[in-house]
């Protein structure tokens, strides 16, 4: 069983920057892919971001270049750096935990926070 705790979320204004914090408590951490999803009202959610147990990352086409994956396994934590901002962005974001071959699969899930971007 893997416990996902999300922290870091929060409001904050267009074209600002936000760090999102994923801490789990696996003994697998670093042979476990991890993902970070969001999903804004009235629609589906997104992958946002993946990266698998060798560091390889992914970014959804709408946030590539602004956001950032990246994992510390000393840690057992993964993180989303968010830049530049969008109103578009306002979502509650979720860090998942799971397996990669071919595609990511996520099977665990954290409980979600909240970011909103807003002036």
């Known amino acids: 069983q893997v416990q996902l705790v999300e922290s870091g979320g929060g409001l904050v204004q267009p074209g600002g920057s936000l760090r999102l914090s994923c801490a789990a408590s696996?003994?697998?951490?670093?042979?476990?892919?991890m993902g970070w999803y969001r999903q804004a009202p009235g629609k589906q959610r997104e992958l946002v971001a993946r990266?698998?147990?060798?560091?390889?990352?992914n970014h959804a086409d709408s946030v590539r270049g602004r956001f950032t994956i990246s994992r510390d396994n000393a840690k057992n934590t993964v993180y989303l750096q968010m830049n530049s901002v969008k109103p578009e962005d306002t979502a509650v974001y979720y860090c998942?935990?799971?397996?990669?071959?071919?595609?990511?699969?996520?099977?665990?899930w954290g409980q979600g926070t909240q970011v909103t971007v807003s002036s």
């Open positions: 990266i698998t147990s060798g560091g390889s990352t």
């Open positions: 998942t935990a799971g397996s990669y071959y071919q595609y990511y699969a996520p099977s665990y």
């Open positions: 696996a003994s697998g951490f670093s042979s476990l892919a």
